[in-house]
């Protein structure tokens, strides 16, 4: 060993020595870090929620990470390993494979003949790290380091494969990574048939393309009135916050690691930190990640000015090809989770306090093979304009009432991209998300389906900032639509088998949702024009359909449109979003600029279909939480 590292790691004092048996809240008590009764009161704590007694003292603000660590130091005879004056040997991680090191979340330090020193925070659990090193003829000796500084190392020397393992982490053919020039040549060819056909006949296209977008319509409303039928009938609603169950937490609560991407967020940072300081979940427990990309400047320097607990904290994504998504971000963050419960929130998200509290009691006693929870969605500005107040009606719609309704008949939950909590053994199994998906939460809830398991919608609300600005609205909705396209390829690649994964009625589910939302946006123009058959003007399809058809058609989209006003009343009903009632009339005016955002969702698709575009999150503020 050199003299360096003489420096760093020496033996342990005989002052130290004598306490090395003591508990380790009797050590902090002799060090003056904290008073016998806050030990009581700690060790209470602990009895309760069952996390490590440091982590406890640190959550409750009686003691610093120092403190523990030097504890710790006193009480098990161990050292402290500087990783950040002497770096690891990185030939040491050789010695077992990168699942190992992350798993144990140890780093091999230093090499001294047959003996290898491994930084760890946690000694106690430091038998496996012995055992795998003894197969190789090896002895582990245990030193002391901080968990960033470990996760700091790891992140440090497999850089690059991470990088590249978090944007293929999901199996290929479940993957639109696939999605190359080559592969969107037989797509292009159809496309391009379709519009030759289309001018050489030019009647018969047209009224395909009317019956086409009947078809849609009716796969969409047949999916809403389902789901609403479902809710309706069921024994509770969703509708108000007064209806959610008592908590029943656990005997021993789950760490839950919840992931909050950022990207170039310059605004957002303070709010961020107010609203999840609000939560109640023992923050022992709570591991909030803050995932930001390497080269993102402004969100860093946002982050600088705002103080952040001991309980959050940030990692940075690497670049790797000019990828820069959320779904790729969340990938790389994965593997520095604490928690057994992975969550997801958006930026500009405010949950309610006791959204964790929901979810670990739900988790606790809902059957196995439900591995995925997803919460309500919410806005806390819905005041902002009438774009805004329409965007509520929307969520509002979906959210408290037909999604709950879907999940309640069992079919595919197309999950929302926030407030969405996974069981992390079966999120990694199934490769987490799609790197290259726009909208990797609904391509996940179809793979969780697929996979044999399902999502259950959970009572709790998170509220976020309604997007009430035209072309950011436009640019939000086009890349939804954009992912709905990429997501419902990918699995139709093969339509055989996706039947046999998910039977007759979720399969129809499946082509209701995605074809239905994208028909009812691409082919709108055609819908609109059954307006001239209203107005007594001549229609293309009158030569080509029976009145019997017109009839059933005009019948369809009275059906629909009736269908979408009682939902949204439904939706609304509750007090706190009653002033929205009369708003729900001019709902049919909200949807037609979705057809640009269809339009530019289309042609991305063709011509750049992994580039995110960028919500701006913080243009308004809170008006109500409750």
Not at 215 to 243: E, K, Q, W
Not at 431 to 445: M, P, Q, R, Y
């Amino acid at each position: 060993m050199s003299e360096q590292n003489l420096r760093l790691f020496s033996p342990a004092p005989a002052a130290q020595a004598g306490r090395s048996r003591l508990p380790l809240g009797r050590c902090l008590v002799d060090s003056g870090v904290i008073t016998p009764p806050q030990l009581v009161r700690a060790l209470e704590l602990q009895q309760r929620i069952r996390a490590p007694l440091g982590e406890i003292l640190i959550a409750e603000g009686w003691a610093e990470k120092p403190d523990i660590m030097n504890a710790l130091a006193a009480q098990s005879g161990l050292q402290h390993a500087d990783l950040s004056r002497q770096p690891p040997v990185h030939a040491l991680f050789g010695l077992a494979c990168r699942r190992f090191w992350f798993d144990q979340r140890v780093v091999p330090w230093v090499r001294m003949g047959p003996m290898i020193l491994v930084a760890t925070e946690r000694p106690d659990r430091f038998e496996p790290v012995r055992q795998e090193l003894a197969r190789r003829g090896l002895t582990a000796v245990p030193v002391l380091a901080r968990r960033a500084d470990i996760d700091h190392r790891l992140a440090e020397h497999y850089a690059e494969g991470l990088a590249a393992a978090a944007s293929n982490r999901a199996p290929a053919e479940m993957s639109c990574r696939t999605w190359t020039p080559i592969a969107k040549l037989p797509a292009a060819l159809g496309l391009t048939a379709f519009c030759l056909a289309l001018l050489a006949m030019p009647l018969a296209g047209f009224t395909l393309l009317f019956v086409t977008a009947v078809i849609t319509l009716l796969l969409f409303f047949g999916l809403r009135l389902a789901g609403f039928v479902a809710h309706m009938l069921s024994h509770h609603s969703l509708l108000a916050p007064s209806t959610r169950p008592s908590l029943d937490l656990p005997d021993r609560p789950p760490c839950v690691s919840m992931l909050v991407p950022l990207y170039r967020e310059r605004e957002i940072a303070g709010a961020l930190v107010e609203r999840l300081s609000r939560l109640t979940y023992p923050k022992a427990l709570l591991d909030v990640i803050l995932v930001l990309e390497a080269h993102d400047d402004v969100t860093r320097a946002a982050l600088a000015r705002a103080r952040l607990p001991h309980w959050m904290r940030v990692i940075e994504v690497p670049a790797h090809r000019g990828l820069t998504t959320k779904p790729r971000a969340m990938n790389y963050a994965l593997d520095f989770c604490k928690g057994d419960i992975i969550g997801v929130w958006d930026a500009e998200d405010a949950p309610l306090p006791d959204q964790i509290e929901h979810v670990a009691a739900r988790f606790a006693h809902a059957d196995e093979d439900v591995v995925c929870l997803q919460g309500i969605l919410d806005y806390y500005n819905p005041r902002s304009n009438w774009r805004a107040r329409c965007f509520t009606i929307e969520y509002a719609s979906w959210f408290r009432v037909v999604l709950p309704g879907i999940a309640r008949l069992g079919l595919v939950v197309p999950l929302g991209g926030t407030t969405l909590f996974f069981k992390r053994d079966v999120l990694e199994r199934l490769g987490g998300w799609d790197a290259h998906n726009v909208t990797e939460d609904a391509d996940l809830g179809v793979r969780l389906c697929r996979a044999g398991y399902r999502t259950e919608l959970i009572e709790t609300v998170t509220f976020e900032e309604a997007n009430f600005r035209t072309w950011p609205w436009v640019k939000q909705r086009s890349r939804w639509l954009k992912g709905f396209m990429k997501t419902y390829l990918v699995h139709m690649r093969s339509p055989r088998r996706l039947l046999a994964d998910l039977g007759w009625a979720r399969f129809v589910g499946v082509q209701a949702f995605f074809l239905g939302t994208l028909g009812q946006f691409l082919l709108a123009p055609v819908l609109w024009s059954f307006w001239l058959i209203l107005m007594g003007l001549d229609h293309p399809a009158h030569a080509m359909l029976p009145t019997s058809a017109i009839l059933a058609c005009a019948a369809i989209f009275i059906a629909a449109e009736t269908l979408n006003f009682v939902v949204g009343v439904v939706a609304v009903s509750a007090p706190q979003r009653r002033f929205l009632l009369p708003w729900v009339l001019t709902m049919p005016l909200y949807f037609p600029l979705g057809v640009v955002a269809a339009y530019k969702a289309l042609w991305e698709l063709a011509a750049d279909p992994f580039f995110w575009d960028k919500t701006q999150h913080g243009q308004a503020g809170e008006e109500s939480a409750a």
